[in-house]
């Protein structure tokens, strides 16, 4: 079936996000990351912030994480049986589908690609980059600096591991869960948009 | 620096080695897969069926072998210090290099990825397929019925995901090792061929 939805998971750094906004200007259709943000939030009634730092990020111990869900189920947290973490996901879970059902469209990170894996219309991508490339990108346009932004890019993608592998087990940025992976730090950024593009038209 | 090698790592059936050797015919450079296996063997006396079953497998569990020649290092196994699959290893990893300082090729598993990680002239790729694909490519042309192909697939994968974990200590099949990681199930060899091929030319 001719693929109608790019998905694009991403190492923090290497430019995903950008590459998506790209891809989706070049191809007129609508890319889904802070849109997709915005209409998550109203849906769920959560604040923006929240949606953005846990719709896609577990941080600390997994473990930790999973125990909490589970001890607190039921009376902290929600009022319908869930963390609020869990709630969070099953409402982005289900605006991702519903955009995906209604248009050809890009959609940044938020494990779109599992959360999509029944569709057949779906080309999903991940972006990394090296250490070099990432750490340029963050100081100058993330607003870190040089000496903390090597931590910090770590941190967010053990985050954006941590999410994935709890609620799709599966690893997080294994080839094997793509179609495509690209270093965005040797392909550059439009070299990327360009062999995205091309594979999406093609297939 | 221009990339005059390619190295290429792949799931079993997904159809990575004849990915690269089209590759190579294409680019008029040698593909190194059988033969290296046979220089490593002229090299380092083992018989070609030993070289090609452990030069990019450790089957059975890893605690085990790394166990093994920590205990047999220095008796059982080799005469200086090594165990035979440690001596394969090293063999491997000299002529692997020295291929790469003299001529532009294809060099199909191996960890030649990590093996040549020093090198800035390197497009390191890495091929997936679906379930369905590998299943048909198994039957079709390794032979495998279609009832025994998913555990020995599965089998292969593992061992060889062993062997890169071993000797590299990251991650087989990770997209962050690679430069660009593509689902040949969706894109075809020939689709597959002509992405490698296009990037390898371009950068």
């Not at 090296?130 to 090597?150: F, Q």
């Not at 053990?158 to 999410?163: D, F, G, I, P």
């Not at 294994?174 to 392909?187: F, I, K, P, R």
Request: glycine share 8%; hydrophobic share 35%.
């Amino acid at each position: 079936m001719k693929r109608r939805i790019i998905t694009i998971s991403r190492q923090n750094g290497s430019g995903g996000r950008y590459i998506g906004e790209t891809l989706a200007k070049e191809l007129g259709i609508t890319c889904y990351d802070e849109k997709l943000m915005d209409m998550v939030a109203k849906e769920s009634g959560f604040a923006l912030d929240y949606v953005e730092e846990k719709g896609e990020k577990i941080t600390g111990s997994l473990l930790f994480n999973i125990a909490s869900s589970l001890t607190y189920a039921n009376n902290v947290f929600s009022g319908n049986g869930m963390s609020l973490q869990d709630e969070l996901y099953f409402v982005q879970n289900r605006v991702i589908k519903e955009i995906a059902e209604k248009e050809s469209c890009v959609i940044v990170g938020r494990s779109a690609d599992y959360i999509l894996r029944d569709r057949d219309d779906c080309l999903n991508v991940f972006i990394t980059a090296d250490e070099k490339s990432k750490l340029e990108r963050a100081v100058k346009y993330y607003n870190m600096t040089e000496k903390d932004a090597p931590a910090i890019l770590k941190k967010n993608d053990k985050a954006r591991y941590n999410h994935y592998k709890y609620y799709t087990d599966q690893e997080w940025g294994m080839a094997s869960n793509y179609d495509l992976c690209l270093n965005s730090g040797l392909l550059g950024i439009e070299g990327c948009v360009k062999i995205i593009r091309s594979v999406f038209e093609s297939i």
